[in-house]
T-cell receptor, first 111, second 116 residues
Framework: KQEVTQIPAALSVPEGENLVLNCSFT??????LQWFRQDPGKGLTSLLL?????REQTSGRLNASLDKSSGRSTLYIAASQPGDSATYLC??????????FGTGTRLQVTL | GAVVSQHPSRVICKSGTSVKIECRSL??????MFWYRQFPKKSLMLMAT?????????EQGVEKDKFLINHASLTLSTLTVTSAHPEDSSFYIC????????????FGPGTRLLVL
């Protein structure tokens, strides 16, 4: 059974800092990995999707990397802003497209 | 494109009543939709897979008679929480599988259910 873990569980940084969120998964037989953002009481916003054949994906200040063999992915956020404050979730698909979500990282960017 | 809506966004009901939550794909047809449940400060847990025109597939531990799922059209799936109890209070989120066949899902905004 796939298990997805994210560390840290919570993170508080001052505005402008670069930061890294970590995601690890136990079954490396995945065909992609996705990072989501969730604001309090809201649904999910897809940030980046990395195919298993890719090493990384970039979107603006976000960069996600994937190392299948070690079962790890990282989400790098450059020059963090207060608007980046949210919970970040990684997820991997299994059989029948079912997603297994990570435990989440709650990020707070302070002024 | 690829917008998924949910209705209602928030509902409060008395214990013992049933509550229906709708999930709609607004600009695409979704043969497969998923229903998730999320407890406060926890991650999403898949409850069931909703397939248009056939019975839903429930995850282990999810009572199918408690959480009725109907996927009657290519744009609508409903989740009915029957005889709701306070422990059913949660945030329910649906998603629809990418119609282009890519392995990604589009998520609805969620429904907050509070059972008194």
């Amino acid at each position: 059974k796939q298990e997805v873990t994210q560390i840290p569980a919570a993170l508080s940084v001052p505005e402008g800092e670069n930061l890294v969120l970590n995601c690890s998964f136990t079954d490396s037989a995945i065909y992609n990995l996705q990072w989501f953002r969730q604001d309090p009481g809201k649904g999910l916003t897809s940030l980046l999707l990395i195919q298993s054949s890719q090493r990384e994906q970039t979107s603006g200040r976000l960069n996600a990397s994937l190392d299948k063999s070690s079962g790890r992915s990282t989400l790098y956020i450059a020059a963090s802003q207060p608007g980046d404050s949210a919970t970040y979730l990684c997820a991997v698909p299994g059989t029948a497209s079912k997603l297994t979500f990570g435990t989440g990282t709650r990020l707070q960017v302070t002024l | 494109g690829a917008v998924v809506s949910q209705h209602p966004s928030r509902v409060i009901c008395k214990s013992g009543t049933s509550v229906k939550i709708e999930c709609r794909s607004l600009d695409f047809q979704a043969t497969t939709m998923f229903w998730y449940r999320q407890f406060p400060k926890k991650s999403l847990m898949l409850m069931a897979t909703s397939n248009e025109g056939s019975k839903a597939t429930y995850e282990q531990g999810v009572e199918k008679d408690k959480f009725l799922i109907n996927h009657a059209s290519l744009t609508l799936s409903t989740l009915t929480v029957t005889s709701a109890h306070p422990e059913d209070s949660s945030f329910y989120i649906c998603s629809a599988r990418d119609p282009q066949g890519r392995e990604t899902q589009y998520f609805g905004p969620g429904t907050r259910l509070l059972v008194l």
